[in-house]
Nanobody, 114 residues
Framework: QVQLVESGGGLVQPGGSLRLACAAS????????MGWYRQSPGKQRELVAT???????NYADSVKGRFTISRDNAKNTVYLQMNSLKPEDTAVYYC????????WGQGTQVTVSS
């Protein structure tokens, strides 16, 4: 059974930082590219960042220079380091496999507010 479990969300003030983690099980993690997505109320789910099997990264323009995606194949985990957070970053954040098959996590809430 494939599971992607996100963690690390929470409430943070503008300008603050959070580190999200997505732990995968039931898949041979190292052969999957991975992505982080987010969805705010009333908006479509949008791509935040992706990382290939060789750790090539890609970012949405809205998060470039602030967010960093990384992976640890030994821990079957992909991370999203989020710095300089803004209120518009408030959303539910999801991880997803990016190739071979589409698997989604359940999401973790990130709220940026003073």
């Amino acid at each position: 059974q494939v599971q992607l479990v996100e963690s690390g969300g929470g409430l943070v003030q503008p300008g603050g930082s959070l580190r999200l983690a997505c732990a995968a099980s039931g898949i041979f993690f190292r052969i999957y590219a991975m992505g982080w997505y987010r969805q705010s109320p009333g908006k479509q789910r949008e791509l935040v960042a992706t990382i290939s099997t060789s750790s090539y990264t890609n970012y949405a323009d809205s998060v470039k220079g602030r967010f960093t995606i990384s992976r640890d194949n030994a821990k079957n985990t992909v991370y999203l380091q989020m710095n300089s957070l803004k209120p518009e970053d408030t959303a539910v954040y999801y991880c997803k496999t990016e190739n071979r098959a589409d698997y989604w996590g359940q999401g973790t809430q990130v709220t940026v507010s003073s």
